[in-house]
Nanobody, 129 residues
């Protein structure tokens, strides 16, 4: 079992930046895929970004490319999401997730939320216009 705890959310204005953190309760093995997802009120959960814990390879949804950066600190077992140039449409609860399997395990995209084994409780990000 891995517990994931997100932090860093808040209320900001459009154009501002935030950095989310996700601390894992135990060492993240090199085989893991870690991801960020978000869910806005009345909408389905959507993929934001994912990272191969070992290689650092990343994947992003189109709407955040060039603005968000996913990264990790292997020594701290912590996942990050640097969010720049925030927009009101980025408002959502942001969740981190962990999958014990490799980035493209069995051909399944890291954007597929159904593959993830562990989820955090979420952190609210609100962007005002």
């Amino acid at each position: 079992q891995v517990q994931l705890v997100e932090s860093g959310g808040g209320l900001v204005q459009a154009g501002d930046s935030l950095r989310l953190s996700c601390a894992a309760s135990k060492r993240i093995d090199s085989t893991y895929t870690m991801g960020w997802f978000r869910q806005a009120p009345g909408k389905e959960r959507e993929f934001v970004a994912a990272i191969n814990w070992s290689s650092g390879s990343t994947s992003y949804t189109d709407s955040v490319k060039g603005r968000f950066t996913i990264s990790r600190d292997n020594t701290k077992n912590t996942l990050y999401l640097q969010m720049n140039t925030l927009k009101p449409e980025d408002t959502a609860v942001y969740y981190c997730a962990a999958d014990r399997r490799s980035f493209w395990y069995a051909g399944v995209s890291p954007a597929d939320g159904g593959r993830y084994d562990y989820w955090g409780q979420g952190t609210q990000v609100t962007v005002s216009s």
